[in-house]
């Protein structure tokens, strides 16, 4: 049957991705891992265009999160160098597609200089209105919501907010997420089937997707294969569509 790429009918708003095995991919061709990396880059790209060109509103990218700060310090750096390049030199073409980039992750583990260049994306392309970029950097789920939980017990304690008034749109509104849609759709790259500590609040009722291509082979086509895959499910949400009723019922 298979749609054609023009016609997929059910597009996620928000679509998620833990990019995946850069270093395995670095390792397959005798590189080092930090060219899985860079190569990993230009996949960056080709989703950005993909998303833009599906209509896609949403697109969260997990680059960095806070436990592979315990990896070499020479992978490390290379990361972060290439993170700072790369977020300095695309601020303007992602303007023009109207793409508007977000940061998404603790801010205080880095120096004032990486702070500003993060600023400065974000406002350059702050008037982006086809598609949300956001770059999860420095992020970790359960630190978000220990970090929520925090923020909520001492408003409690101070006396600004009632018990009762702890609800789940509280909740998550004091989530780093919180003016973001929860993603429709969470792809990892790579054949590895865990959140790796990603949005865990927010992938409540998530659709996964676990291909087996390696984060740099992830192109435009892989894109829109994912988004193929996506059409298809039937996201039910607890509920029970017309025909399962029906089923149950013996009709
Ligand atoms: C994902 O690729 C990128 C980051 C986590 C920064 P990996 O570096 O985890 O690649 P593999 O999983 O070792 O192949
Ligand atoms: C998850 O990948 C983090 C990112 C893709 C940024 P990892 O490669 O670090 O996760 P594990 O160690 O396989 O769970
Ligand atoms: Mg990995």
């Known amino acids: 049957?298979?749609?054609?790429?023009?016609?997929?009918?059910?597009?996620?708003?928000?679509?998620?991705?833990?990019?995946?095995?850069?270093?395995?991919?670095?390792k397959q061709r005798g590189?080092?891992?930090?060219?899985?990396?860079l190569a990993g880059v230009e996949s960056v790209r080709s989703v950005v265009r993909a998303a833009v060109r599906n209509g896609v509103k949403w697109l969260t990218l997990y680059a960095f999160s806070t436990e592979n700060w315990g990896r070499p310090v020479q992978e490390v750096e290379a990361i972060m160098q290439l993170f700072c390049r790369t977020v300095i030199g695309e601020g303007e073409e992602l303007a023009q597609q109207g793409v508007r980039v977000k940061i998404?992750?603790?801010?205080?583990?880095?120096?004032a200089a990486v702070v500003e260049m993060i600023e400065r994306i974000e406002s350059v392309t702050a008037a982006g209105d086809r598609l949300t970029l956001v770059l999860a950097f420095n992020y970790s789920s359960r630190r978000e919501m220990m970090l929520a939980v925090r923020d909520i017990a001492s408003r409690v304690a101070a006396g600004e907010m009632a018990v009762e008034d702890i609800t789940e749109q509280s909740i998550s509104g004091a989530l780093m997420t919180a003016n973001m849609p929860d993603p429709d759709f969470i792809i990892r790259t790579s054949g590895e089937c865990r959140l790796s500590n990603f949005l865990l609040w927010q992938a409540?009722?998530?659709?996964?997707?676990?291909?087996?291509?390696?984060?740099?082979?992830?192109?435009e086509e892989e894109f829109d294969k994912a988004l193929r895959v996506y059409?298809?499910?039937?996201?039910?949400?607890?509920?029970?569509?017309?025909?399962?009723?029906n089923e149950i019922h013996g009709q």
């Open 104 to 111: 998404l992750g603790e801010r205080t583990h880095f120096s």
């Open 31 to 37: 590189m080092e891992r930090y060219e899985g990396h």
């Open 1 to 26: 049957m298979g749609a054609d790429m023009n016609s997929i009918n059910k597009i996620p708003t928000h679509v998620a991705i833990i990019m995946d095995g850069n270093g395995r991919w670095a």
């Open 231 to 245: 059409a298809e499910r039937d996201r039910r949400f607890g509920l029970v569509t017309e025909d399962n009723s």
């Open 204 to 219: 409540s009722y998530s659709e996964f997707y676990f291909p087996e291509v390696l984060w740099p082979d992830f192109d």
